[in-house]
């Protein structure tokens, strides 16, 4: 790896001069290190937008006195948070050395994949928290590294982990509105169910209901019965986004029976929440749900004490 630079500039020697004397500034640094810090260097160009040590130990196999030793070079900058980053045009060079060598490149680009789907994972339920804030904005700094993991698998064509990333990232790219860029990542990952949401909030309902329809089949057969709730969930918000409210209600009560059956309170407050709200669309005759006194996700309550608001009945005049 320590000739790599030196087979790269030979290959381009139509380059700007400018360009040279900052490769010839990099080289310099680049001889100074050991073999040990150039090789964690150029595992530590896989990162987007910076690390934190933890993930700088686990991909580039830089311990903290490596990291240290290569902000002394100024070739990491670290800042008051404890955050390291390369400039962009050391990454670059360094990503340069890290190509010549394509059996390293392959393991820190599996590490760098693995540590931010585990972290995407980890994340997924605490989304749905009390710790939402904090981790909306753990997943915000990281997300030009969860971009270029999720890349790297599609490109590797490797659907499990692809799929996998794609559906721990979905409740982020919806709070967040990434909306568009989530729709085109999860169809390259194989259209997970969750793909419909990204539609629907695109306003492209008929796509979204053919996708919702086959992933209803897909988790019936796999007698996957929380997923099923979830499409059923969606396919009764994509029907009422298309003004058909009574089939709304109707997918909206099925997804709201298998959540009572398998426990899954933060499904069933957001079943409940909708189906209040298709009710009250539908306006008179329409048979209210039983929204009150309903457990929230966190084993709170939706519904309000006595003497609290309530849904206002129809045919009720406001007092």
Partial sequence: MSKSLDLAEGAAPDRPERHHSLRAAFTSSWGLLTPGEQRALARLSVFRGGFERPAGSQVGGAPLRTLLGL?????????REGRFALHEVVRQYAAEALGMDPAEFGAASRAHAAHFLALAEEAAPELLGPEQARWLERLSTEHDNLRAALAWLLERRDAGAALRLAAALHWFWYVRGHHREGLALLEAALAL??????????????AARARLDEALLLSQGAGARTQEAKVLHALGLNSRGL???????????????????VGDRWGLSTSLNDLGI??????????PPSLRGEPGPQGGHRGPARGGLRPRQPGERLG
């Fill in 193 to 206: 169910p969750r793909v419909s949401g990204a539609a629907r909030e695109l306003g492209e309902y008929p």
């Fill in 278 to 287: 298709t009710w009250l669309l539908r306006g008179e005759g329409a048979r």
């Fill in 243 to 261: 003004g058909g409210l009574e089939e709304a209600q109707a997918f909206l009560t099925r997804a709201e029976a298998i959540q009572r059956e």
């Fill in 71 to 79: 902000a002394d070079h100024s070739l990491l900058r670290r800042d």
